[in-house]
C-alpha cells in the first residue's frame, strides 16, 4: 500500500493550463503503475491517463486525445505529474491519482489499489 497527495489543482480559464502533481510514499513509483482519474460533478470517475511501472501510457477519451494531456514521472522525486493545456470547461472536475501494483494498465477505477485525496480543478468559460 502506498500513500498517494496530489497537488496543483486550481481555477484556470479556458485555454490555459495546469500541472498536477501526485506525491508517491510508502513504495516506489517505478514498480507502480500509475493513474489520473477525473470525477466531475455527479458522475463516477473516468480515466484521464495511466503510466505503467514500465512507463507505458495510455490516454483516455475522457481528454479528448492526448495533445492537450501528458502524463509522465519523476523517479528521482517519486513523483506522477499530468501536464494539461488548451483546457476546456468540460475538464473541470476533481482529478485523483491512483496507484497499482504491476505493470499492467488498467482504465476501471475498481482495480486501483491506492488513491490519494484528489485536487480541484475548475475550468472557466
Known amino acids: 500500500q502506498v500513500q498517494l497527495e496530489e497537488s496543483g489543482g486550481g481555477l484556470v480559464q479556458a485555454g490555459g493550463s495546469l500541472r498536477l502533481t501526485c506525491k508517491v510514499s510508502?513504495?516506489?513509483?517505478?514498480?507502480?503503475?500509475m493513474a489520473w482519474f477525473r470525477q466531475a460533478p455527479g458522475k463516477g470517475r473516468d480515466i484521464v491517463a495511466a503510466?505503467?511501472?514500465?512507463?507505458?501510457?495510455?490516454?483516455g477519451p475522457a481528454v479528448d486525445g492526448h495533445d492537450r494531456v501528458t502524463i509522465s514521472r519523476d523517479d528521482t522525486k517519486n513523483t506522477l505529474i499530468l501536464q494539461m493545456g488548451n483546457m476546456e470547461p468540460e475538464d473541470t472536475g476533481v482529478y485523483f491519482c491512483a496507484a497499482r501494483p504491476g505493470p499492467r494498465i488498467v482504465i476501471l477505477p475498481t482495480f486501483y489499489n491506492d488513491w490519494g485525496q484528489g485536487t480541484q480543478v475548475t475550468v472557466s468559460s
Open positions: 503510466m505503467s511501472s514500465t512507463t507505458k501510457t495510455y490516454y
Open positions: 510508502g513504495g516506489t513509483i517505478s514498480d507502480t503503475t
